[in-house]
């Protein structure tokens, strides 16, 4: 080949090697996709490549099955509920049923709580079954709902206390033996959200006087009431012996008043003046007055006869104060409860109406002193969820009605117990199949992973309450994994160049 011919070739060849490596170039620093995008444009016989698919997140965002705040809860099996068996299943349901009928009546959006309206279904198969004896009646509970041991976060167990409606002695009007005057709700009591004359007043939130059209203040407290704040405005539906009587009456949210012509009177909860109730039980005890063990309403009652000004005081330390309603009951009929039915003896509780709906079973089971102040008797009793109270808080807490007169007083006034609480869950809500849908975390690192990756934390890495935890106890703390440590940057040593040797050329 010519010197001309091969000098041409080598600058062909070198010019195609400088655009293939400014190509690559160009790939590398647009990136995977550009350089696919250029690869595309210069092979256009190529079937094209699928676009890799997004990648999901580790745990997607799912609704949980069942919450109710402040709450722990376990499934169980009804094989599991201690002392199931032994009840008298139909006597619930007939209070079951009962509540059903304000239940099948609702219309609206539901309630915004872990059971909603639920409820509605077991109702529906309720109304159409007439259960007759026990055993039907303990099958309707065991298909239509899913037992679920409930109570506080952190807590093993539920609280109990009971209540039950007082029948006390009055007159129609004011004498020198009966002065203590029992008020039904003042006009001028004012509640937000809800019209003046609104049918029974929430007894939990803020409470106004309203002072001419616009001007609202706090309602006046038991102290201001007691000196007379709203007497002689025609407010009084009868008047009582004792002040402890009405007390206990507002306490129990319901009593009957006999007069001595041989008529009564019902009354219900109406309203109340604002303030948070304050148990006196509780200041009996802090003040070591009477020892928690020996509290009970009859020990409350006896010292406050035997010291009248400490008496007087105590009360006011209790600044709620209750208004109350007539209504339209024989002596014959329960007290009605905030679902708005009658209540059932032995079988309605009052519950926190903020987390749970009317209507809703709960399973009670422990010991109780109902036979004596020191008896232990067993107690595995379905209760239905039918009122309310102000000092009924949390979600495995309620009050157990007992009826009306001097024995159930005795009986109520005696129970501050635990105990185990069921919630009967509709199987609609059941959280058992529901969570079966929620994903399952990553598993665990093998034991070899986690040594070779020791999740440590120093002290200012840790939270406050961690660092005041006992030295003893050990806590798991999950913290990112550690990347291995950079290889260190070890610059290169200069050898010493030896000495070269000057060879002789061979002459040409």
Known sequence: MAPEARIKAFLKTSATALCAGAVALSSFSLGA????????????????LPAAPPRALPYPQLPLPFEIPGAQYLPLAWADVKGWGDDNHLAAYKTFRASCRPISAQTGAPEPKALGASLAEPCRVAKS????????AKTFFEENFAPLRISRLGEPDGFVTGYYEPVLEGSRTQTDVYNVPVYRRPSNLFVRGYKQDSVSLPNKGPVYRKIGRRKLVPYYDRAEIEDGKIAGRGLEIAWLKDPTDLLFAQIQGSARIKFDDGGTVRLNYDAYNGYPYTAVGRIL??????????M?????????????????????????????????????EEAVGAQGIPLTAGRSIAVDKSLHVYGTPFFIEGELPIDSER?????????????????????????????AGQEAGRVSGRLRHAMHFVMLVPKAVDPTARAARLPVPDPRPSEKIAKLFPQTE????????????STSETVAVAGPVPLPVPRPVIEPVQEPRRPVKNRSHRQQ
């Open 33 to 48: 996709e550009a350089a696919r995008r250029h690869y595309r444009s210069h092979h256009h016989h190529l079937p094209e």
């Open 129 to 136: 079954l007439e259960a007759t004896d026990d055993a039907s």
């Open 285 to 294: 005890i802090e003040r070591g007055i009477i020892p928690k063990e020996e």
């Open 296 to 332: 009970s309403m009859q020990k409350i009652r006896e010292w406050m006869a035997q010291t009248p000004d400490g008496a007087r005081e105590l009360r006011r330390q209790n600044r709620s104060y209750i208004f109350f309603r007539e209504v339209n009951l024989s002596d014959k």
């Open 375 to 403: 008896a232990k008797t067993p107690f595995h009793r379905l209760m239905i969820a039918q009122d309310t109270g102000s000092a009924i808080i949390g979600p495995a807490r309620a009050d157990l009605y007992f009826g």
């Open 458 to 469: 120093t002290a200012k890495d840790k939270p406050a309450a961690a660092v005041a935890q």
